[in-house]
């Protein structure tokens, strides 16, 4: 009986400990987590020539696009993870993964689709842009919890905790051709594309924000 009590009370006690070190959110690289953005400074970001973003700002721990901004890139480089982040959008953005040249975003990278909520298709919100729309619009108008899952040729998306993208980019075996044998914009057939690059948000024009960037190595 004490053996028994030992191990439920041993239990409960790594479970509290847990929620608790979770919910003050200092957990990230015990669980395997790393901060990308700290809400503090831009350290690890850069522009896409690979200097200081300088058009970026901070304001209540968010990086948020001002005019002309640019797009913002993490200067290391990275292949299957999850990424985890935030984001208030009230127009076009987007957010790229394994981008191997951030000078040429569109042709080297996939762009995970951010704007305000709407109807789905390979453009809205949630979508893989131009090669597969999410399953629903799981978007708000407010701030949105998203999570890009990347290990091998399989992508995977959540919006506000629910799954809205599943894809196999081995599929995609023609440049400019999907699986379903509609038209799309990469030059390279996706099955040959990098499997590992930097990460972006993009500046299209519209005002945008992201918090709680991180990324835990997969």
Request: charged share 30%.
């Amino acid at each position: 009986m004490d053996i028994v009590f030992d191990m439920l009370k041993q239990i409960i006690t790594i479970s509290l400990a847990d929620a608790f070190i979770g919910s003050v959110g200092i957990t990230a690289e015990e669980k395997g987590w790393v901060v990308l953005f700290d809400g503090k400074n831009f350290d690890g970001w850069m522009n896409p020539a690979g200097e200081k973003p300088e058009r970026w700002a901070i304001e209540d721990g968010a990086m948020v696009r001002k005019t002309k901004a640019g797009d913002i890139w993490t200067k290391k480089r990275y292949g299957d993870f999850v990424l985890a982040l935030e984001f208030q959008a009230q127009g076009n953005s987007g957010v790229f993964i394994r981008t191997d040249d951030p000078k040429d975003n569109v042709q080297t990278g996939i762009e995970i689709q951010v704007d305000k909520p709407g109807p789905p298709g390979k453009h809205s919100v949630g979508a893989v842009y131009d090669l597969q729309a999410p399953s629903k619009n799981a978007a708000t108008d407010g701030w949105n919890k998203m999570a890009i899952t990347a290990k091998g040729s399989v992508l995977k998306v959540e919006l506000n905790g629910e799954q809205i993208v599943e894809m196999n980019l081995d599929r995609w075996t023609e440049p400019e051709k999907s699986p379903d044998g509609t038209k799309n914009k990469f030059k390279t057939a996706l099955k040959d594309f990098k499997r590992e690059g930097h990460i972006g948000f993009q500046d299209h024009g519209a005002d945008v924000a992201y918090r709680n960037v991180r990324i835990k190595p997969l």
